[in-house]
């Protein structure tokens, strides 16, 4: 019973009754059902919400309940009577044990935890069903079965035995087999059989040899009267003919396996409620199932129809006429998926535990393998991997914190890539550039898609050279807005205090923050939801790097997985795209990073804005350059000109890019090791002067054909007006071989000889 928000259990003893009170902050979060609401869905009348916060009293002083149960359970130190329960993430039948003070007296109380998702018990059982096709179809990978062997090994442990029951359950309450068996009983498969029936004589219409036969050798015979006009022929006939007769009848082979399909359901579910524990939930939704199953089977056409020793699969009925071909899909399912030992499903559908969210990872699992299946090449033995041979059967990988990876190609038009679909990959912590991980601690996606040149085969050395892409995927079951994470206005101060009470709306949207920045070469790291409405911010101006959500929802008709898939096929362009700014982004990161620094420059310099912008002091060229005299450094100021002898003869200057893509130029003369002739370069670059160039703008006396001429500016930026520098420093200056050729240096190699 519920008064305000108060949920009021009672609990029936002999000489009184006894209530425990379950308090919720809002009437939102709990409930009662109707009984047979109840019965049908395998749930306790009695509910309370994941993730919220109850208070609970017990109307007598004598009782407790026990502590400790999945830690949900917290006692008062005030009062014994009275605590907390906390169900967290926990999705289930929970059972509470009230007991008395002298543990004299025991008695046990079934809660239900609903998911906050209202839809959870359809998504469950559509996911949990199609979790079933998927280990059938990769189960019959490893065995492809003509005939069948129709004896059920029930030789295993309970929780496989609930691990079964669980797939059949999924199947049995969908409306697909309840048509499927309606349009069997409606519409059933017959054959006409021949049967020996025994009649009057009198009754005969049609005579054959072996009527004929009867007339003349039976016994129990009468005489024919004397006007008779077969007294001729014989004097007397048998009183009763016995003959063949044609009657249509439905114990075909095809409908003995309908029966034994519901037969071996319902075996399993009478074995799951002998094992069960009378209090839990695997009974009651056996007991229910059965139900069901005793329903169809006390069917009249059922009656007389006998037990199948084999079924041969090549049956026109079975494969094509409706309802039997969906029945035989299901029988296979169910025969080859119980053979199945797929440890991760404890955590899902262990006995009296429903956790959707976890299921809902593990069915995504299955949803993106098929999206990228669709869109590379994926080697088959990759797929095979997920089914193992183990010492009991067949198991299944699946399973939270075990590392799968599927590998493939894709072929574009001008590129080929090596791509690799991993669930639960592990990113190690503390790794040091440039190797693969995160820099900060371990991190585990749900979900990584990982792209890289094909022409490199391992991985690690994709990482080394900044040649490869990770996008991950993570799934969120219980996300019901996605405005409040990307879109909303949040306060930050409300924000703050929040997160002071252990409130963190926005955790979702800095998880993917975190797999984004910490985990290198990342692309992207994106929420996958049950929702309708997808979000894919930028970081700049490509479509990775980026943050959003993507919608995949359980459903029969529309996952709305095709929003991904084309993400999916969006990235893939832009792989093809050779001059994408990520591209140029990943070269410039492994040419900056691919190296430590060595040592440091404090060193006073312009600020890298406006026209300086690109001022970086490791990538500014300075051409460190000759003059002969004081008259030939006059020209150079007069006529804003700076010339160095060009070609193949010796002591001209060598032009490559560091050369020709100079900023500045320091002069000095012979003898002279501290100058502050120091001078802004156009960045035009330099040109080409001939002799007759020069004298025609008084050049003192030119020797050579050409020249390499550049070109000064007026003015130079106010922090490099009053320096010297040092060029005793650069011994390769004054070389023999190098004298009066103008070598280029960095700005950074040049700042090291400031004169203080």
Request: charged share 30%; aromatic share 12%.
């Amino acid at each position: 019973m519920i008064t305000e928000n108060k949920l009021r259990i009672p609990v029936l003893r002999k000489s009184e009754e006894i209530f425990l009170d379950i308090y919720a902050e809002s009437s939102d979060y709990i409930a009662e059902i109707t009984e047979a609401d109840a019965e049908l869905n395998g749930e306790s009348q009695y509910q309370i919400k994941e993730g919220c916060f109850y208070e609970y009293k017990i109307s007598n002083k004598d009782y407790r309940l026990r502590t400790g149960i999945r830690d949900i359970v917290k006692q008062s130190k005030i009062d014994s009577t009275a605590g907390r329960l906390s169900p967290n993430i926990y999705v289930g039948t929970l059972l509470l044990e009230l007991f008395h003070k002298e543990e004299s007296e025991i008695y046990k109380i079934k809660v239900e935890v609903t998911s906050t998702k209202t839809n959870y018990r359809e998504d469950y059982r559509v996911m949990l069903g199609e979790i079933t096709e998927k280990c059938t179809d990769l189960i019959m990978q490893h065995s492809s079965p003509v005939v069948q062997n129709f004896e059920p090994d029930y030789k295993v442990d309970p929780k496989t035995y609930y691990q079964q029951f669980a797939f059949l359950k999924s199947i049995i309450d969908s409306a697909e087999f309840n048509d499927s068996i309606m349009k069997i009983i409606s519409s059933p498969i017959t054959r006409w059989r021949e049967i020996e029936s025994e009649t009057d004589i009198r009754n005969l219409r049609r005579v054959n040899r072996r009527i004929l036969k009867q007339i003349v050798n039976s016994s129990n015979r009468i005489e024919l009267p004397s006007d008779h006009y077969l007294r001729r022929v014989i004097q007397t006939i048998p009183a009763r003919i016995v003959f063949n007769e044609k009657s249509e009848t439905v114990d075909t082979p095809e409908n003995r396996f309908i029966k034994y399909v519901l037969s071996s359901f319902l075996a399993l579910c009478s074995t799951i409620t002998s094992k069960m524990n009378d209090d839990s939930r695997g009974k009651a939704e056996s007991i229910r199932t059965e139900e069901i199953l005793e329903q169809y089977l006390g069917h009249s056409i059922f009656k007389d129809i006998g037990t199948p020793e084999t079924l041969p699969l090549n049956s026109p009925v079975l494969q094509r006429k409706e309802g039997y071909r969906e029945i035989l899909k299901v029988w296979l399912m169910f025969n080859l998926a119980a053979k199945l030992i797929w440890s991760g499903g404890e955590n899902v559908y262990e006995a009296g535990k429903r956790d959707v969210a976890v299921l809902y990872e593990y069915w995504l699992f299955f949803k993106l393998l098929d999206i990228i299946k669709s869109v590379f090449y994926i080697d088959p033995k990759c797929i095979d991997e997920l089914i193992i041979k183990t010492d009991d059967g067949l198991g299944l990988t699946l399973k939270q914190g075990s590392h799968i990876a599927v590998k493939g190609i894709y072929i574009g038009s001008s590129r080929r890539f090596n791509v690799e679909f991993s669930y639960n990959r592990t990113f190690r912590g503390e790794m040091g550039y440039p190797e693969a991980g995160s820099w900060t601690k371990n991190m585990r996606p749900d979900y990584t898609l990982t792209i890289w040149p094909y022409e490199i085969q391992h991985q690690e050395d994709a990482e080394l050279g900044e040649l490869i892409v990770h996008i991950h995927f993570d799934a969120k079951y219980k996300i019901e807005n996605l405005y409040n994470i990307f879109e909303g206005d949040i306060n930050l101060d409300d924000e703050k205090i929040d997160q002071r009470k252990g409130k963190y709306k926005r955790a979702d949207l800095l998880k993917m923050h975190s797999y984004r920045d910490a985990i290198r070469r990342t692309g992207g790291a994106y929420i996958l939801y049950p929702g309708d409405v997808s979000f894919n911010k930028l970081g700049f101006h490509e479509i990775i790097p980026g943050l959003g959500a993507f919608p995949i929802r359980p459903s029969k008709t529309d996952t709305g997985e095709n929003e991904l898939r084309r993400f999916i096929n969006d990235v893939l362009h832009h792989f093809m795209n050779r001059i994408s700014q990520r591209e140029k982004a990943a070269y410039q990161t492994f040419e900056i990073y691919c190296e430590k620094p060595e040592g440091a420059l404090v060193e006073v310099l312009p600020e890298t804005i406006g026209s300086n912008r690109g001022l970086l002091p490791d990538k500014t060229i300075v051409l460190v350059g000759y003059y002969k005299n004081p008259e030939h450094l006059d020209w150079i100021l007069k006529n804003k000109l700076y010339n160095t002898r060009t070609g193949s003869a010796r002591g001209s200057i060598s032009v490559t890019s560091k050369e020709a893509g100079a900023k500045y130029l320091l002069l000095y003369t012979n003898g002279e090791t501290v100058t502050d002739k120091f001078y802004k370069l156009d960045q035009g670059g330099p040109e080409v002067f001939t002799k007759d160039d020069l004298l025609s703008i008084g050049y003192p006396n030119p020797n050579y054909k050409s020249y390499l001429v550049f070109k000064l500016e007026n003015s130079i930026e106010f922090e490099f007006s009053m320096v010297k520098w040092d060029l005793s420093k650069f011994s390769r200056l004054f070389e023999k071989e190098n004298i009066g050729i103008p070598i280029a240096f960095s700005l950074t190699d040049l700042m090291r000889t400031v004169v203080k």
